[in-house]
């Protein structure tokens, strides 16, 4: 049992509803709001998801809200105050084109969010794409944050993140609070970027769904990127922890030409599109085929070793024995109802010394 702070609420006026685009394309309304206190901080804006959500609410411009910060960094606006409604106020008409590139929205059946369908023309999506291959956990370019990318898109120097690998140190030099150093950290970082490994480049293209984890699945499982760009539905769904969405989002991505076109570049200019000798050499399919469980204290090897070790050779872990369980690993410890669970199913038990050896 738990006990937990409610969440605190305010209430306040809806001053403007805006539209954010993100670098998929997605719309998310954002409330504005006349500034109030709530949980220590000054809260203006609070997201309103989805055009369902702000009807369901039936928010309007003008209506007295009430505003509760949960867990959340973003706080949310969770009801009106019909009371306070003016008899003038109209309902909120959702946007029905793009504001920052004015292409119609689009809405896919079963999905909440509108999209921008304009992805290779539309301007914050483009900035966006860059902006997050630049950021800390994909390509990590050092000397460059989300206004840089800002600024070299408008002065027409970079219009997709393959440009990025062209710059010129004298080309960035001229720009708005760029000096000699700064131009050249830049440039140096993008080199730099060169080395980062296949897993994180794969997640800096920026397919949709295709986030750190999945990136390093899909990394692990193909090796390199041309066994990825022609696999099939059926084999990306074969790959643990790849589902639907995700297997036709990649093929989406890799059956677009102006992709391809961008894959093609970044190769040439010496990006790691493969795993390293390094990363493969302790890789095998010995265990292809195989699901493991992991139970108890090791002598030799920690646990997560001993997972990773199962992974690298091609075997599956699981953290619940059943009947598609090939093998249970027992250390020092192992639980009893795993035990019993186990020997009822007659899954074989191996110690520890006895998986090295198989290995
Ligand atoms: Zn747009």
Do not use: W
Not at 94 to 112: N, S, V
């Amino acid at each position: 049992m738990a006990y937990k702070f409610k969440a605190e609420q305010a209430t306040t006026v809806l001053n403007e509803i805006t539209y954010q685009v993100g670098r998929t394309g997605a719309i998310t309304p954002v409330a504005n709001l006349e500034p109030v206190l709530l949980a220590g901080t000054t809260v203006k804006r609070a997201s309103l998801h989805n055009a369902d959500q702000i009807a369901k609410l039936d928010v309007r411009v003008g209506d007295t809200v009430f505003v509760e910060k949960g867990g959340e960094i973003i706080p949310k606006i969770i009801g009106v105050d019909f009371t306070k409604r003016s008899v003038d106020s109209l309902p909120t008409e959702y946007i029905t084109h793009c504001p920052e590139c004015g292409t119609e929205l689009i809405r896919k059946e079963g999905e909440a969010q509108h999209f921008c369908p304009n992805d290779t023309g539309c301007p914050t999506q483009i900035t966006g794409r860059i902006q997050h291959f630049i950021s800390r956990k994909a390509m990590d370019i050092e000397g460059m944050g989300s206004e840089t990318v800002e600024l070299l898109f408008k002065e027409g120097l970079i219009s997709d993140y393959a440009d990025l690998y062209t710059l010129t140190k004298e080309q960035v030099i001229p720009l708005e609070r760029m000096a000699e150093k700064s131009a050249e950290n830049l440039v140096n970082g993008v080199a730099a970027s060169k080395a980062i490994p296949f897993e994180r480049v794969l997640f800096a293209l920026g397919i949709r769904y295709v986030g750190e984890t999945v990136a390093k699945k899909l990394a692990k499982a193909y090796k390199n990127i041309d066994a990825l760009m022609i696999a099939s539905h059926e084999e990306l769904i074969a790959v643990d922890e790849i589902g639907e969405r995700i297997a036709d989002s990649v093929i989406k991505f890799f059956s677009e030409p102006t992709n391809l076109e961008i894959v093609e570049r970044l190769r040439s200019y010496g990006l790691q599109f493969s795993l390293s000798e390094e990363q493969l050499e302790n890789q095998t399919d010995k265990l292809k085929g195989q699901t493991f469980v992991v139970s108890g204290v090791f002598e030799t090897i920690s646990r997560n070793d001993l997972k990773k070790l199962i992974e690298d050779n091609g075997g599956k872990v699981a953290s619940s024995i059943s009947s598609k369980t090939s093998f249970v690993v027992a250390g020092d410890n192992m639980g009893p109802s795993k035990k019993t669970k186990a020997e009822s199913l007659g899954i074989p038990i191996i110690s520890e010394q006895e998986f090295m050896e198989k290995l």
